[in-house]
């Protein structure tokens, strides 16, 4: 399935008002890491309230011990001091990344901003080198700019 053909139904998903938030979200991962076969692992990151860490909210794909991650370690903190996307084509050649499996072999990080804050993340791990191209980015923007309305 392509970007442009997930586009409404992940619209579909956030506009969904039967459902609370963190079902939402876990639908936006389970709508992802189904249709893009180079997403093998689909969450989504926050700030644990005034604190400098993310938090790891929903998620589909292999257990995580990554609950939290302190601002600027691994991509996603990272993510959280820069405020930009982060794309890696080879994890391995990260000297700050943390490993959460084996597997996985590139990552790429959307910062969700809301009224201007980096408030969180989008984080998609793949198996596959290099897999991540500027559709990924463009089509994750998208998807962290809907998520936005519904935090």
Request: contains cysteine; charged residues 20%; negative net charge.
């Amino acid at each position: 399935m392509t970007f442009e053909q997930l586009k409404p139904q992940v619209t579909s998903i956030i506009s969904n008002s039967k459902l609370n938030v963190d079902d939402r979200l876990l639908g936006i991962c389970q709508l992802l890491e189904a249709n893009v076969p180079h997403y093998n692992w689909v969450g989504f990151y926050f700030k644990n309230g005034d604190k400098n860490e993310l938090k790891l909210g929903p998620y589909v794909g292999e257990p995580t011990d990554h609950t939290i991650i302190p601002f600027g370690k691994g991509i996603c903190g990272q993510v959280a001091v820069s405020n930009q996307n982060f794309v890696v084509p080879d994890v391995s050649a990260q000297d700050n990344y943390i490993a959460c499996s084996i597997t996985v072999k590139a990552e790429i990080v959307i910062p969700i901003f809301v009224n201007g804050e980096n408030i969180g993340q989008i984080d998609i791990d793949s198996n596959t080198p290099d897999p991540f191209s500027s559709e990924d980015e463009r089509f994750l923007e998208f998807v962290c700019e809907n998520v936005a309305q519904i935090l």
